[in-house]
C-alpha cells in the first residue's frame, strides 16, 4: 500500500492539473466509493463532469467504458512499468553484489590442516606414547589473475616437541606472486628445510626434515611448450641473519609430449667468495623420469647423481636413486628419500609406496624404503578411513632398522579446512 | 493492443492469484459466453458478485460500480505481487550489504621480501655480504555496532630473519608481548561525545645492533609501534583535548609486564584562522608514579597550511629550563608545487644536549622525533634532512633521501658527525605490488667509517 500512495504520488506530480486540485462535490470522504474515486482521478482516469460533479449513479455507456478503460491501461502500463524497471535494478543489484562476495571469497580464502595424533613408539631400550598435533594454515590473498599473496603457518614438529621453534623465522612463511604478461615475478620469504630431532622415542622421525619455502626471488615465463625461471635463493644463513649459501637456479624445460626435458644448471656461492656449479638434466616419458647431476670438478663416478623416478597410475609410485660419494661435498643441500630424511653423498635408495582405496571410505598405504650404506630398512602400513574429504582417520604403523630395530603405531585424525 | 495487453495484464495476474476462489454465480452457468471473463474478476478479488450470490450481467453498470471495479483492478495489476517482490528484493539487497560489511574487516596488511648487500665498496677491512630478510604486517579491523571497535596489528619487523645474536627467546620476537599490538576504541557519550583509546603495545622498538657488520647505517631503525596505555580526547569550545596515561617500555623491553616507567600526557590542539597549534604537556615518572625520578616537559606545535600544495610545521620542545633542555625544529612540504611531479620535505632541526632528560635515557630515546631513515635524533646535534620524490610516470618514482647529522655548533666533526644518503627507484608492477631498488652511503664519523648498502625490494600491499 505504502508502494502504491508511493506511485499514486509520482502521478500527482505528473499530472498536477487533475489532481492536485480536484473535488468532486458528490463524492464527500466517507462515501462508499469515495477511495476508489479518488485513486482513478489519482491514475488520470477521471475527473468526473466539468462542473465538478462525478454522478456515480448514472449509468455508463459503452463509450464511456472505453475512455475509462483505455486511460487505465495507460495509466497502469506506466505503473507496472515502474515497477518491474524497479525489480529489474533490484535483482541486478544482487546479482552485482553476490558477484563481488564471490569474488572477495575467491581473492580472501583461509584453508588449512590439522592432523592430531596419539601414538606408541618402541624401540630396543624405550618404549612410550605421546600425543602431539601439528596446524597448517594458509591465508590465500589474490588480486584477479595479476597478483596473490599467501601466509602459510606450519607447527610442523612442534605441537608439544619442546617448543623451541620460532614464530617469524621458522613457523610463518610468505608468498607473494605478481604477473606481468606471460611473465611472473616471485618472491617468498621461509625458513627453508627444518630438521626435526627426535628426543629417542620415534628414531625414524629424527633428522626428517620438514620441506619449507626458501627465501627466494623467481622470475619466470612459459611460451607455448617452453618453461623458463630463474631463481635466486638463500640457502643457508650464518647466526648474525647474514646469507651463508646462496644458489642461482636457471631452469629450462621443453615439453614434447610424451617426452619432457629440462635442463637445469644451478650456481652456488658462499660469503667466503667460493663458487660452484651443478646441472642436472631430467628427460621424462609419459610416467617414467630419469636424472642425471653432475657436479662440476668433481671426478667420474664420484661427482655423479643418477636418479629414476616412476609412476604407475595413481597407485604406484617408485624411486631411484645413487649419489656420488663428493656430489655435495661443498654446498650440500637436501636429497630426500621417500620418508622426507636427507641422504648422505655416497648413498644408495630404493623407494616404493602403493596406495590404494578400498571402497568409498577405506583406503590402505604401504610405503617401504632401503638405503645403503647402513643398510636402513624403513616400513610404513597405513589404513586409513575417510568420513567425507575434509576429515579422516588412519592408523600407522611404521617400523624402522638401522642396526637396531624400532617400531611405532599411531592413530591420527585429520581434518581439512 | 490495448486489450492484447489489458489481456496480458489479467493473465500475469491469473498466474500469481493466490487468494483465488470457486465461488459460482448462480446466473453464470460456465457455458455463458462472458463466464470466463466474469469468473477471471472474481478470482483477482475485483467482484463477488451480489451478496445473493448472483452477477446481474444484463443490469446496466454505474459510474461509482465501474470506479470500484477500476479501482481493485488498479491494485490488482500494480500488483501485490510485484509490491512483494520489491519488497523481497530490497531485503536481500540490505542482507547482502550488511553481510558484505562484516566481511570486509577480515585482514589488510602488507609482505615487504628485501635483499641487501652491504659494503660492497668496502673499505678498511670491512667484509661485504648480503642479508635476505621480510617484514609482513597483517592488521584485522572489527567494528563492535557504531560505537566500538577493535584493531589488531602483527608487524614482525626485523624479526623476519635478522638475528640478534643472542640464543635465547628473548630478541626472537614473541608474538603476544612483541608481535602484536591491539587497539580499541570506545566511543562514549557523556555530556559530550568523549573517544576512549585503550593500547596494548611493545611500543617503538629500535633496532639496536648490526651483528651482521655490513649494514651499519640500520643501527637505530626504529619501529613505531603504540605504547600499552589509555587515552582519552574530546572536543571542548573548537579545542581538541585529550588526556593519557602510558607505561613507557623503551628499548629494555620488561616482558613481565611491569609498569617501570609511567607517561602522564595531556594535550590541547585549537584551530586557529592561519595556523594550528597544539601545546602538550608530560609528566615522567618512574615506577607507577615516584618522586625521586620525575621529568616534566611541554611542546608547542605549530602547523600552518600556507596554500593548497605548502605546509610549515615548526616544534619548540622543553625538556627544562636550563637552554641545553630545548629543542626547535622545523619542517617544509611542497606538495607538487610546480606541476612537475615533484614533492619534497625539508626538515632542520636543533636539538640541546639534555633535552632527552639522562635519567629517561632509554624512555625518552624518540621523544626529538626521526630522521628520514627513522632513526630518532639525539641529543646536542643539529639535523639536516630531505625527502625528494620525482614521478617520472604513472608507475616510476625516483626517490632521494638524505640527512645529515652536525655536532651542537653545526660543525660536521666530533662522534655525532653523520651522513647519509640514499637514492632509489619505486616501479609500481601492478595494483598491489611495488619493486624498489635503493642504493645508501652512510658516512659515521663517529664509528670512523663508511658503509654503503644496495637493497632490493618487493613489496605487497594486500
Partial sequence: MKYFVTFSLLFLFTIPAFAEEMYLRDVPEGHYAYDAVYDLIKMGVTGGYPDGTFRGKNLMNRFEIAAFLSKFAKSTNLDRGINEKLVEELKSEISLIRYEKDKEKKERVISGELQSRWRNGKTINLSGAKADYRLKARMIRSFGDAASFVINLDTMGEGFNGGQRDLVREMLDLEGKVKIGSVTLKATSGPGDITHKDDGLFPIENNMIFRRPQRAVAVSASV????????????????????????????????????????????????????????????????????????????????????????????????????????????????????????????????????KKLGKHWFAGVKGDFTSPGEIITSEYRLGYSFDVNSAIELVYQTYRAGALSDNLTLALKLLY | ???????????????????????????????????????????????????????????????????????????????????????????????????????????????????????????????????????????????????????????????????????TKVGRGLLASELLDVESNLKLDLARPVDLKITYGPGPKQHTTDPTGVMTSEVGVTYVRPNTGIQISTKLSGADISLGYFSLQGPSFDMSGKVNTSQLTGSVALNLPIFKVALTGDYISHGLFSSDSRDLRAKVDLTAPLGEKIEAQGTVGLGGKEKSSMMVSGSLALNDLWDTGTVAIIRMAKIGASYIDPAFANEEFYFAGYDSFNRPLVGGTVQLGGVLTQAVSDKVKIIGKGDMRLSGDYKYEGANARLTAEGGISYNIAPNANLDAAYRVNQDKGAGDTTDVAALGLLYRF
Avoid: C
Avoid at chain 1, 646441472?279 to 667420474?300: C, D, P, Q, V
Fill in chain 2, 1 to 167: 493492443m490495448k486489450k492484447a495487453l489489458l489481456i496480458l495484464m489479467v493473465l500475469i495476474l491469473l498466474a500469481f492469484s493466490a487468494l483465488a476462489q470457486t465461488l459460482k454465480l448462480k446466473d453464470v452457468p460456465d457455458d455463458h459466453w462472458a463466464a470466463s471473463a466474469v469468473y477471471d474478476l472474481v478470482k483477482m478479488g475485483i467482484t463477488k458478485g451480489y451478496p445473493d450470490g448472483t452477477f446481474r450481467g444484463g443490469k446496466p453498470i454505474t459510474r461509482y460500480e465501474t470506479a470500484i471495479f477500476l479501482s481493485k483492478l488498479a491494485k490488482a495489476i500494480a500488483g501485490e505481487d510485484i509490491k512483494t517482490d520489491i519488497k523481497s528484493l530490497k531485503d536481500q539487497v540490505l542482507e547482502l550489504k550488511k553481510e558484505t560489511a562484516k566481511g570486509k574487516s577480515l585482514f589488510s596488511g602488507n609482505y615487504l621480501s628485501s635483499w641487501k648487500a652491504g659494503n660492497l665498496l668496502a673499505a678498511r677491512g670491512n667484509s661485504s655480504g648480503a642479508v635476505g630478510s621480510y617484514r609482513l604486517i597483517l592488521s584485522s579491523h572489527q567494528g563492535i555496532g557504531d560505537a566500538a571497535s577493535v584493531k589488531i596489528n602483527l608487524d614482525t619487523m626485523d624479526y623476519g630473519y635478522f638475528d640478534d645474536g643472542s640464543a
Fill in chain 1, 224 to 355: 607455448g611448450r617452453t618453461d623458463f625461471s630463474l631463481e635466486y635463493l638463500s640457502r643457508a644463513t650464518q647466526s648474525s641473519g647474514l646469507i651463508d649459501v646462496s644458489e642461482i637456479s636457471a631452469k629450462l624445460s621443453q615439453d614434447f609430449y610424451p617426452f619432457k626435458f629440462i635442463f637445469n644448471p644451478r650456481f652456488f656461492n658462499n660469503s667466503n667468495g667460493e663458487r660452484d656449479a651443478r646441472l642436472e638434466l631430467t628427460a621424462g616419458f609419459n610416467n617414467f623420469s630419469i636424472l642425471l647431476g653432475m657436479a662440476k670438478g668433481e671426478g667420474f663416478p664420484e661427482g655423479l647423481y643418477v636418479r629414476g623416478d616412476l609412476a604407475i597410475g595413481e597407485g604406484i609410485k617408485m624411486v631411484a636413486q645413487k649419489i656420488g660419494t663428493q656430489y655435495r661435498e661443498k654446498f650440500s643441500y637436501g636429497i630426500f628419500d621417500l620418508f622426507d630424511r636427507n641422504l648422505p653423498d655416497g648413498s644408495s635408495n630404493i623407494g616404493l609406496e602403493l596406495n
